[in-house]
């Protein structure tokens, strides 16, 4: 069965007065089918530049055709002016359909919350189809430094942001899934080729912390030397805490391959 009720039990979404207009709408197409996606551009962007590139991936409750709702978590940390400054990049933000999801995997009910079912070999959702060939074609701009492609996603986008990076595992530098999972086979795919920061809430009780602590061990067991934020007291919103780490850009941006 495929996971579509998370959207009911992931944090409500609560849209700002004021969409964050420095972020541009954009749509991609394939194959008769478009994703939607907003795209903040390099401040003082120069056409003879290169910049680093960051895919940030949204969770079950910002779906929908909107090509708004995708923005309430994390497009400001990326838009703060001091952060433009310093971090001057290309950020995606994707749009998934209400009626998709991001990763290819199965749900359970069980007494202590949801249990998931990563699948380490199937062939990927039409949305995240369609975020794979709308990145291999922007790596193709002169303006991307393909060597500064980062990736990080909350929630479901937690479980894309694995998924991309053993789908991908030479395109990124560096990758922060933030309460996500996956498959610990994957891992594999990437544990010596991608830095890692693993974050998630202890009290999550959507998206269990133990499948973060699965990856983060199946990465060291793969050669790799992941990082591992594991906050206290903290529930399925552990992103709030992710965004507010001082460390969180520096680290992400400070990764090339």
Known sequence: MRIFFLLLVSTPII???????????????????????????????????????????????????DNKAQLVHGADLFAKKEHREKYNSFVIFPQCPENDYWSNINYTQKENGLGFEFKEKSEPWKALSLVMKLMDSLVQSPNIDTNRIYISGLSMGGMATFELLFRRPDMFAAAIPICGGAHPLTAQMYAKKVPVWVIHGSDDDVVNPAYSIRMTEAIKDAGGSPRLSLYDNTGHDSWTRAFAEPDFLNWLFSKSK
């Open 15 to 65: 849209l700002v007065a004021q969409e964050n207009t420095l972020y541009e709408h954009a749509s991609f197409s394939a194959n008769n089918d478009t994703l939607n996606y907003r795209v903040l551009k390099p401040k003082d962007f120069d056409h003879k530049k290169k910049y680093p590139l960051v895919l940030f991936m949204h969770g079950a409750g910002e779906r929908g055709n």
